[in-house]
């Protein structure tokens, strides 16, 4: 991936935290013809490989399954915090010569899947249903589908884990900017209601602004 040092991420616990509150992912893997693509959602497991490791499932009916069992090369591409940066936004006027941009953040896991038991397959489940729910009211838990309930849905899908090989990550925020420029787009943003993007883009600037 295309980047500059400026963009790079603080380290190993800024990119896991990434994938931790965005969870929905894009897989991507090199089959003999072409690329197959899924939108899966994923759990992260920080302590094992050696960037961590990404836990998924997906339907049997996926052309992907197929790819898992075999362990094909494969990368996970998680996107957060994005958006359109308008020139309108800069003071100067009536001369603005910075082009507009978008800003985003990117992390890009690179491995091999390994299909997971059924048993494995169950505790992943379990471990996104808890992460997914935490901090509702009245959280719903598996065991509401009773033991048939939880087997038919298991018999349906593949679990599988992907042991992180290359870690990528790009947190393009206005770093290469004028600060006067990235401080009204953050002013902007915020007004907008867009206030992730804005806090991550503070978040990035905080000793040029």
Not at 18 to 23: A, D, Y
């Amino acid at each position: 991936m295309y980047s500059k040092a400026v963009f790079a991420p603080g380290g190993a616990d800024e990119v896991h935290e990434l994938i931790r509150r965005t969870v929905f992912g894009t897989l991507i893997t090199k089959s003999p013809d072409s690329l197959v693509i899924s939108h899966l959602i994923f759990m992260l497991d920080r302590d094992r490989g050696p960037h961590g490791t990404l836990i998924s499932h997906l339907s049997k009916a996926n052309e992907h399954c197929a790819l898992i069992e075999q362990g094909a090369e494969s990368a996970v591409v998680f996107v957060a915090e994005q958006g359109y940066i308008s020139s309108s936004w800069y003071p100067g006027y009536p001369v603005r010569d910075s082009a507009p941009t978008w800003n985003f953040s990117v992390v890009h896991c690179h491995g091999r899947p390994r299909a997971l038991d059924s048993s494995g397959t169950l505790a992943h489940l379990q471990q996104a249903v808890a992460h997914l729910e935490q901090g509702r009211e009245r959280a719903w838990n598996m065991q509401e589908l009773g033991d048939e309930g939880v087997a038919r849905r298991l018999r349906n899908i593949v679990g599988f884990e992907l042991s992180i090989e290359r870690l990528e990550a790009k947190f393009k925020m206005g770093q290469d900017e004028r600060p006067l420029d990235t401080q009204a787009a953050i002013e902007r943003l915020e007004l907008a209601g867009a206030c992730p993007l804005a806090m991550q883009m503070e978040q990035k600037n905080r000793n040029r602004i």
